[in-house]
């Protein structure tokens, strides 16, 4: 199986970036070849392990011929994981990137995630929190995506765009786009208007859209940003490992049902 998944949410700061670094380690800790595409031209991604340090080129300088793919992919010293980055440096290279979809620039990406993909099972793309012409070009390369949510008002009301977006894709760039499901990146089970939020959400999407694994609220994140590394990497932080596991296990069987096309999945397509 080779799988590339798009983490998207029009909404900032729901924990795209630390979900789609946690959930690429637990895959990779199960053995599976990841690899993490920053695709926010912000670089929370590679900043959030520092792997610029390692490369500051990206896919950027891939297409402009500076530099070959294998040049601007860095590998994880432990872990089958790898990362690479945009290597947007200049605002002419964002705007490049950014001026409308049918710019040549685009296209090449679009290519080139898909050729440097083909050599792992899991690409997971972390996109920027809007629904311009790059995260159209990144959710047309994925086969699927996973939308991080908060149960806060803000992040609910963000979803209708993202999701008429994902409609517009599917139907225009990518038919084989799927909903792998909407996941929970940080529920304090504490909170009862949090809570509240969520009932109101299940009922409001088809059975099954939310994974059943949620991330619980932690302060161990602020103490993982400041030493830019995994949550897996400090004591203390075993709950939320666990569940990024399972986690990453529910993603691996919703990938098989959706390749088997069996029924159960079938709610999915609903949403589009
Ligand atoms: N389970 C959690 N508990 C507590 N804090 C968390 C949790 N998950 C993520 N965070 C924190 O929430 C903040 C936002 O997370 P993150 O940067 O991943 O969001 P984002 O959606 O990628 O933001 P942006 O839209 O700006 O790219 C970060 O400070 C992160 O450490
Ligand atoms: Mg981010």
Known sequence: MSSIISISSHKGGVGKTVATLNLGVSLAKAGHKVLLIDGDPQGSLSMSVDMKKKSKAGLCQVISNKVRPEDVVVDAQKLPLSMVHLGIDSPLDL????????????????????AISQAYDFTLIDTANNV???NAVLLSCSNSVIIPITCKSNSVRSLPLLLKLLTRIKAKLNTKIALLGLMLPM??????????????????????????????????????????????????????????????????????????????????????
């Open 95 to 114: 705007f490049r990137l950014t001026h409308g979809t049918k710019t040549k620039e685009l296209k090449s990406l679009l290519k080139l995630i898909q």
């Open 187 to 272: 529920l304090n089970v504490n909170n009862p208007y949090e809570l509240e939020i969520l009932t109101i959400l299940r009922e409001a999407f088809p059975r099954g859209t939310f994974f059943s694994t949620f991330v619980p609220f932690s302060p161990l994140f602020d103490k993982a940003d400041v030493k830019a590394a995994p949550i897996s990497f400090f004591a203390g932080a075993e709950d939320i490992q666990t569940a990024y596991d399972k986690l990453s296990f529910e993603v691996i069987q919703r990938l098989e049902n959706q390749l088997k096309g069996l029924e159960d999945d079938e709610y999915l397509e609903k949403l589009f």
């Open 132 to 134: 311009g012409s790059l």
